[in-house]
């Protein structure tokens, strides 16, 4: 508990790219224009993202999601994805973050 507090705190002086450092992924930097200069700097947080497949949406949501465990802003989320994607979407967040 005093860990993540501290991590909360201190976030604003720490790594910028956080989730991307702490994970095991390569992002592409459309990826990280995504989530570091739009979709973390909009206030509600909430978003659809949805785009052409192999545009990364697994990762673009991974590190959204990551930032926000680490911020301490995430108290919910509802992810919906085709019944077909479920397993292959779970091993892949799993693996990666």
Do not use: N
Not at 10 to 19: E, G, K, V
Not at 37 to 58: F, I, N, S, V, W
Request: hydrophobic residues 40%; contains cysteine; charged residues 25%.
């Amino acid at each position: 508990m005093s860990e993540a507090y501290r991590i909360r705190l201190a976030y604003p002086f720490l790594d910028p790219l956080l989730a991307v450092h702490t994970s095991l992924i390569e992002p592409l930097p459309h990826q990280i224009t995504a989530v570091y200069g739009e979709m973390l700097t909009r206030q509600p947080l909430r978003y659809l993202l949805a785009d052409d497949p192999g545009a990364g949406k697994t990762i673009m949501t991974g590190i959204f999601l990551e930032e926000l465990l680490v911020r301490g802003d995430l108290k919910r989320c509802l992810i919906c994805r085709p019944g077909k994607l479920a397993e292959q979407w779970q091993d892949e967040m799993y693996q990666r973050f």
